[in-house]
């Protein structure tokens, strides 16, 4: 699986962005997508993963209520919508993927086995 992340950018704090992660092969269905963000200086975070059977959703404390992650299997396109953008929120976002992830394994990175290149959002005051 080969993933693309786009869609970061320059936005005003309490603005929005729209990521997108668009995926190859023929696998979209089967797999476990997630994001990552890391800041300057800092470790990558979990922010947002969607499961691959029912489409369950689970945000960072961060984000949730913020952020919505979301997949169009037509398109092999996974979503990060972002509203109410905060300064802290600056970082290159990553997403990644995996067909086999236990629940309790989303929040860790290294549960994942293929990953995008970052898209970088800078949030301004």
């Known amino acids: 699986v080969q993933l693309q992340a786009s869609g970061g950018g320059l936005v005003q704090a309490g603005g929005s962005l729209r990521l997108s992660c668009a995926a190859s092969g023929r696998t979209f269905s089967r797999q476990t997508f997630g994001w990552f963000r890391q800041a300057p200086g800092k470790e990558r975070e979990f922010v947002a993963a969607?499961?691959?059977?029912?489409?369950?959703?689970y945000y960072a404390d961060s984000v949730k209520g913020r952020f919505t992650i979301s997949k169009d299997s037509a398109k092999s396109t996974v979503y990060l919508l972002m509203n109410s953008l905060r300064l802290e929120d600056t970082a290159d976002y990553y997403c990644a993927a995996d067909p086999s992830i236990i629940l309790s394994a989303l929040w860790d990175s290294r549960s994942y086995s293929y990953w995008g290149q970052g898209t970088l959002v800078t949030v301004s005051s």
């Open positions: 969607i499961r691959s059977n029912g489409g369950n959703t």
